[in-house]
T-cell receptor, first 112, second 115 residues
Framework: DGGITQSPKYLFRKEGQNVTLSCEQNLNHDAMYWYRQDPGQGLRLIYYSQIVNDFQKGDIAEGYSVSREKKESFPLTVTSAQKNPTAFYLC???????????FGPGTRLTVT | QKEVEQNSGPLSVPEGAIASLNCTYSDRGSQSFFWYRQYSGKSPELIMFIYSNGDKEDGRFTAQLNKASQYVSLLIRDSQPSDSATYLCAVNEGSGSSNTGKLIFGQGTTLQVKP
């Protein structure tokens, strides 16, 4: 089965804790992306990676970190420095930076 | 600040009618345009993409692009209650070597198809 998986589906954390969201794809895509969606709003880009061992900040990177050690994996860490971490987090991938992006099922993070 | 604008709606149409969803964008250099459908609580699903001026048809869906007017639209023919969702317009930032791969999303238009 080809696709993008994200885990967990729901995540609850206490304020002040770091948390890592998983994103894996077996589509052999070069590019991967992390977005955040807040209620009633569009998607905002957090980080993106066009190739292994390279990534760039998106529009709202503060309080987040990523790594891209393998082509298949692009984990996102939400640090305690992120002021409003509660959101729906979406991972996407594309063959390359010019192609259409496909989304995983998302992780809903709640921080209290 | 590059922007993508959509009317948030809701756009309400009767079953069987044509639904017309519209999107304008500010980056004149954009070359790639995408429509995603998002059901409540779910992730976006790609339904159409278009790169050239004119129309592109896929089943009941038609995407229309007018680069001179910086306008892209999605038509849904024979609308069904199962089409009720939020439709997100996305535009690729830049073109050629300045194409970053970043997508700029609109806030989405909520479509309600009434039986």
């Amino acid at each position: 089965d080809g696709g993008i998986t994200q885990s967990p589906k729901y995540l609850f954390r206490k304020e002040g804790q770091n948390v890592t969201l998983s994103c894996e794809q077996n589509l052999n895509h070069d590019a991967m992306y992390w977005y955040r969606q807040d209620p009633g709003q569009g998607l905002r880009l957090i980080y993106y990676s066009q190739i292994v061992n390279d990534f760039q900040k998106g529009d709202i990177a503060e309080g987040y970190s990523v790594s891209r050690e393998k082509k298949e994996s692009f984990p996102l860490t939400v640090t305690s420095a992120q002021k409003n971490p509660t959101a729906f987090y979406l991972c996407a991938s594309s063959i390359n930076r010019k192609s259409e992006q496909y989304f995983g099922p998302g992780t809903r993070l709640t921080v209290t | 600040q590059k922007e993508v604008e959509q009317n948030s709606g809701p756009l309400s149409v009767p079953e069987g009618a044509i639904a017309s969803l519209n999107c304008t964008y500010s980056d004149r250099g954009s070359q790639s345009f995408f429509w995603y459908r998002q059901y409540s609580g779910k992730s976006p699903e790609l339904i159409m993409f278009i790169y050239s001026n004119g129309d592109k048809e896929d089943g009941r869906f038609t995407a229309q692009l007018n680069k001179a007017s910086q306008y892209v639209s999605l038509l849904i023919r024979d609308s069904q209650p199962s089409d009720s969702a939020t439709y997100l317009c996305a535009v690729n930032e830049g073109s050629g070597s300045s194409n970053t791969g970043k997508l700029i999303f609109g806030q989405g238009t909520t479509l309600q198809v009434k039986p």
